[in-house]
């Protein structure tokens, strides 16, 4: 029997119904070469230093994803465009070295909090090179992986793990675009320098993202933990920060949150990717993130600020979602395969796919 073309697939696909539990993201038909945009899942947290479960995370959303309702409001034709999950053998081999590099991590952070140096431990240093060394392997790799999808001509996008999987990334995007900023939503400025010994720490991320040249910005919105460390980098002019405190003064002296997008958009240069970590929202939006904080925004404050940057004239060229951690239940999951679906939807429109017209409902 002939293979169904994406036209024959969209026709005879029921998007009223469950996603189909056989196939990739979202329960769609369509294979690799058939989507526009392409997901690479990074199951890693070998240096998480609290809570645990990111690595779990890009399952937790694939299982969810399912359950997603495909009409969705502002991009009904999204669907239809086709997004793919990149699971292959070296996503295996991802998870496979994360726990046990993750293994090797955890003595290291306990030294650390007993008082001990490192430096002295001739074994823990060791094991500290090798977490530092696997995890630059893991960055080159995820950037070749992305560098495979964009010669493709498609859209690509990030899915953690914890918040360093992302590195290989950025270095993907600045090897094809000169200038961009960074939209980084979190609770955390994630600005520290090799925290715990570890050079590529899910809490260094921003500071490693610091040292691509083509990175001109980083905005940063929700932010509400930081150290001192982190304030000295946060002051330099790459930097702008719009903490969770400053966002609800204004709110409270009578600034919409409208009126506060358009000043974080105003901020970014013309061409943007997204850090979305999970744990920028409420915490009872992502219960079971490793490193929750009170305080935060909400799930349609984070849309309504993705939509606009799609709808301000600057570019997307891309994103990341990361420190989705399952619990119990699937609520994280949940989450964020619904946040994934509409940042899928935000960098279609951007890039001019054909999302469909928002569907406007009689409300008299």
Known sequence: MAEL?????????????????????FGLPFTAAESEIIIIPVPWEVTVSYGAGASEGPEA????????????????????????????EQTKKWDEDSVKYKALAQP??????AGETIAENASLQADLNDINRVCRQLHDEVRERALFW?????????LGGDHSTPLGYYEALAATHDNFGILHLDAH?????AYEGFEYSHASIMYNALKIPQISKIVQVGIRDFCEQEVQVALTDRVVVHTDMDLKAETFAGTTWAQQCDAIIAALPQKVTISFDIDGMYPWYCPNTGTPVPGGFSFEQAAYLLSRLAESGKEIIGFDLVEVAPGEDDWDGNVG??????????????????????????RK
């Open 5 to 25: 073309t994406k036209q024959q697939k969209i026709d005879t696909f029921d998007p009223s119904q469950p996603g189909l539990a056989d196939q990739s993201i």
């Open 61 to 88: 959303i694939l299982d969810a994803s399912f359950q997603v309702d495909l009409q969705h409001q502002e991009f009904p034709d999204l669907w239809k465009l086709g997004m793919f999950l990149d699971l292959n």
């Open 108 to 113: 290291i952070i306990e030294a650390l909090e």
């Open 150 to 158: 964009m010669a493709q001509g498609k859209k690509v996008a990030l």
């Open 189 to 193: 400025m994630d600005l520290r320098i």
């Open 337 to 362: 395969a619904r946040m994934l679906f509409h940042m899928c939807g935000v960098l279609a429109k951007n890039n001019g796919l054909a999302v469909g017209n928002k569907i406007q409902f009689n």
